[in-house]
């Protein structure tokens, strides 16, 4: 939980500040444009200066959002007060706060966060960073609107996917409940976000489906550029397809090798619990949670493919060879 101290010492820096700036990840997930979206909201019907910003923009699948509309690419403009939401490290955030001195706000749950910023609220406990931003709007005199409600609840929602991750809490469950009483509509924000999908990811499911490999309890697949552009795929994620890949028997680790431009591949793992994967990430540059992590690294796909699966049944091997799996 927050200490109500310290919420409202947020709170009174920002009522002093006049013009605001919050910023997530690139790529974003529905956790970082929901606490992004659920945040900026709040702040613009406390009628403070806000800009909401995201390297990428906002997802197709994330656009029916009210106030999605909101969010730019990049910030234009002199800034007194900066939040990053949902960022382990500030190389997430891509060249958006390269001019920025100070970070005035980090907001994260993700266990490899830097702690990079002037107050940093990291809670590892917390399954999202949307219920951080709940707890914090709730202990202060900023206010929850339908808008704000389903934000935050699509934050929730996806990085949770549906309730069903082995780090969901009661309190979760608890905030779920209490953003439906502040107006959330929860099935429709649940079957957009994780149920509705384009044609062109379904396509794109098919062609990593169609590559898919298992071995050493070890399960995987790779898009390429070329991929996405036989499918008319616009974004350069993988559709959450390592969730698919996640629910397989039998496999305890899960991969998706994404390649992207300018000779970079984004690889995502999924693990079952036991399993933290976050060291491996850390060690490629990236981040997150023991159950999911990513980093990107630079090289040839196929070449990247092959050292990141022999550090993986490393990593594997010495788990169950020195009896450490988490809890």
């Given at each position: 939980?927050?200490?109500?101290?310290?919420?409202?010492?947020?709170?009174?820096?920002?009522?002093?500040?006049?013009?605001?700036?919050?910023?997530?990840?690139?790529?974003?997930?529905?956790?970082?444009?929901?606490?992004?979206?659920?945040?900026?909201?709040?702040?613009?019907?406390?009628?403070?200066?806000?800009?909401?910003?995201?390297?990428?923009?906002?997802?197709?699948?994330?656009?029916?959002?009210?106030?999605?509309?909101?969010?730019?690419?990049?910030?234009?403009?002199?800034?007194?007060?900066?939040?990053?939401?949902?960022?382990?490290?500030?190389?997430?955030?891509?060249?958006?706060?390269?001019?920025?001195?100070?970070?005035?706000?980090n907001i994260d749950h993700h266990k490899t966060n830097d702690n990079f910023a002037r107050v940093n609220i990291v809670r590892m406990q917390a399954v999202s960073t949307s219920e951080i931003?709940?707890?914090?709007?709730?202990?202060?005199?900023?206010?929850?609107?339908?808008?704000?409600?389903?934000?935050?609840?699509?934050?929730?929602?996806?990085?949770?996917?549906?309730?069903?991750?082995?780090?969901?809490?009661?309190?979760?469950?608890?905030?779920?409940?209490?953003?439906?009483?502040?107006?959330?509509?929860?099935?429709?924000?649940?079957?957009?976000?994780?149920?509705?999908?384009?044609?062109?990811?379904?396509?794109?499911?098919?062609?990593?489906?169609?590559?898919?490999?298992?071995?050493?309890?070890?399960?995987?697949?790779?898009?390429?550029?070329?991929?996405?552009?036989?499918?008319?795929?616009?974004?350069?994620?993988?559709?959450?397809?390592?969730?698919?890949?996640?629910?397989?028997?039998?496999?305890?680790?899960?991969?998706?090798?994404?390649?992207?431009?300018?000779?970079?591949?984004?690889?995502?793992?999924?693990?079952?619990?036991?399993?933290?994967?976050?060291?491996?990430?850390?060690?490629?540059?990236?981040?997150?949670?023991?159950?999911?992590?990513?980093?990107?690294?630079?090289?040839?796909?196929?070449?990247?493919?092959?050292?990141?699966?022999?550090?993986?049944?490393?990593?594997l091997g010495n788990i169950e060879k020195e009896g450490i799996l988490t809890s």
């Amino acid at each position: 939980m927050i200490d109500d101290h310290l919420a409202q010492s947020i709170y009174q820096q920002i009522q002093d500040a006049e013009h605001i700036l919050v910023v997530t990840h690139e790529r974003p997930d529905g956790d970082a444009i929901g606490s992004l979206l659920g945040f900026g909201l709040s702040l613009r019907d406390a009628n403070k200066r806000v800009e909401m910003v995201c390297p990428d923009g906002v997802p197709v699948n994330m656009r029916s959002l009210e106030g999605s509309e909101l969010i730019r690419k990049s910030p234009k403009g002199n800034f007194d007060f900066v939040i990053v939401l949902d960022c382990s490290d500030l190389g997430r955030t891509a060249d958006v706060l390269d001019n920025f001195k100070k970070i005035d706000l980090n907001i994260d749950h993700h266990k490899t966060n830097d702690n990079f910023a002037r107050v940093n609220i990291v809670r590892m406990q917390a399954v999202s960073t949307s219920e951080i931003v709940f707890e914090l709007i709730k202990k202060t005199d900023l206010s929850f609107t339908k808008d704000v409600s389903n934000a935050l609840t699509m934050g929730l929602i996806t990085d949770t996917l549906g309730f069903r991750t082995p780090n969901v809490t009661s309190r979760a469950l608890q905030v779920g409940a209490e953003l439906m009483e502040f107006g959330a509509d929860f099935h429709d924000i649940y079957y957009q976000s994780l149920v509705n999908r384009s044609f062109q990811s379904a396509r794109i499911w098919g062609k990593g489906l169609s590559k898919l490999e298992m071995e050493d309890r070890i399960v995987w697949t790779n898009l390429t550029i070329a991929d996405r552009k036989a499918v008319n795929y616009p974004g350069k994620d993988d559709a959450d397809l390592i969730n698919v890949l996640s629910s397989i028997d039998g496999a305890v680790i899960s991969i998706v090798f994404v390649e992207q431009p300018a000779g970079f591949v984004k690889i995502s793992w999924r693990a079952q619990p036991g399993y933290d994967t976050s060291k491996l990430a850390v060690k490629f540059g990236g981040g997150g949670h023991a159950a999911a992590s990513g980093a990107e690294v630079y090289g040839n796909i196929q070449e990247v493919i092959k050292f990141v699966l022999h550090e993986t049944r490393v990593l594997l091997g010495n788990i169950e060879k020195e009896g450490i799996l988490t809890s």
